[in-house]
């Protein structure tokens, strides 16, 4: 059976070249290409595909958001991340529900085997993606604060104060420094920035 791939990045020789190389190396494909963002979306929503292959920083693109929005437009498509971004970013869309990842410096041979892979077993991750994978992830340490605790750091990362934090939620001075504290142990933060930098990368 013909599998239906769509490569989605912005740069033509990384289009050409990845197109190339899984059509001397993958039997039974055929291939499109996307240059943005919303092409790609578009391109989705018109035709079934088996696999796209995703650049996550093409433009207009819109972070860990895609992963959720391609899957609403196909439950069905497998989404493999192609990306020179370090891995533990490529953890994150994974934790996303994104079905593999591989780096565009891998040799060509590791992308055929990871298109492969996606076919045959439904998922590729390298071996130190798997390791990430089985640690617990910062997110699931924010998931795992109290309704209170959670109330305060988003409160926290807006740039409120104690007193300001004490007046919205009619807690006494005392007490939200002890909230402070149980946050930052079981996010494993040290300070404001850490709480924020934590915000950006899995809330906001």
């Given at each position: 059976m013909v599998k239906n791939i769509l490569i989605a990045d912005d740069h033509d020789i990384v289009l050409v070249g990845t197109s190339m190389i899984l059509e001397s190396r993958v039997p039974n494909i055929t291939i499109d290409l996307a240059k943005d963002y919303p092409e790609t979306l578009e391109k989705i929503s018109t035709r079934p595909y088996d696999?796209?292959?995703l650049d996550i920083n093409m433009p207009e693109s819109k972070n860990k958001k895609m992963i959720s929005e391609i899957k609403a437009l196909d439950s069905a498509i497998k989404i493999l991340i192609f990306s020179a971004y370090e891995e533990e970013i490529a953890v994150q869309y994974i934790r996303e529900g994104a079905d593999g990842y591989i780096s565009k410096l891998s040799k060509s041979e590791e992308i055929s085997d990871a298109v492969s892979r996606i076919f045959s077993d439904g998922f590729y991750y390298p071996t130190s993606i798997v390791q990430q994978l089985l640690q617990q992830s910062p997110a699931d340490s924010?998931?795992?604060?109290?309704?209170?605790?959670?109330?305060?750091?988003?409160?926290?990362?807006?740039?409120?104060?104690?007193?300001?934090?004490?007046?919205?939620?009619g807690i006494q001075?005392?007490?939200?420094?002890?909230?402070?504290?149980?946050?930052?142990?079981?996010?494993?933060?040290?300070?404001?920035?850490?709480?924020?930098?934590?915000?950006?990368?899995?809330?906001?």
């Open positions: 696999l796209v292959i924010i998931k795992n604060l109290s309704v209170r605790e959670y109330e305060i750091f988003i409160l926290m990362v807006q740039g409120n104060g104690n007193l300001e934090i004490s007046n919205k939620m001075m005392p007490t939200i420094s002890t909230y402070k504290k149980r946050i930052h142990n079981k996010l494993k933060t040290k300070n404001l920035a850490d709480l924020i930098k934590l915000y950006q990368t899995y809330i906001a």
